[in-house]
């Protein structure tokens, strides 16, 4: 896919995301790595509902922005997915409402923020890492990214959102919304003793998809 459609494709589910009220205002911001190493991402300050094909940032293999307006300031938090997953093509992160709600409770796993609850959310996020707060654009979120040592696509930022990332911009995309049903789906289930998908089903899954799980939380 060349430089433009990358471009186009970055508004496109942008957009999406944001009139389904995925990201409100200025919030989230994508990035698509490409061919030669560097990357796309959102501009700073940006709204995801109204991006500029031609304002997005370029950044090169070196980290250098070298076009487009200046880039989110999560830059760090993404450089890291790239860093450590090597197959991640892009990476979506959002302040959805529900994963961010959940990022929050008090009896959440960090190494797994989310039950087995229904075979998608296995298929397409795997489990979630919850890593502990730090302020928007803090370095130091790309320190314990990388801590997580590439074994988790998926991660919740306490207190701040969800940050996802998949071979495809559409995969983590999709990955990004299964992410937030399941966590809706939790705090509805929340206090009411809910069926999970059993070990025995997990193994069949992780069998039937050749999923890879990170193998501290079985």
Known sequence: MSETKRREEICRFGRSLFERGLTPGSSGNISVRLEDGGWLVTPTNASLGFLDPARISR???EGRV?????PTKEVPLHAALYDTRRNAGAVVHLHST???????????DPRAALPSMTPYYLMKCGLTAL???YRPGDP??????????GKYS????????PVVSAETLEAAVFATEELEETAKLYLLLRGLNPRFLSPEQEKDLVKTFGLALPGSAH
């Open 154 to 161: 998926s991660i919740l930022l306490a207190n701040h959102g």
């Open 131 to 133: 890593i502990p707060y």
């Open 66 to 70: 070298v076009s487009g307006d200046p």
């Open 59 to 61: 950044i090169d293999a």
């Open 98 to 108: 529900h994963s961010v709600a959940l990022s929050m409770l008090p009896e959440i």
């Open 140 to 149: 130091a979120v790309a320190s314990a990214i990388m801590g997580l040592a």
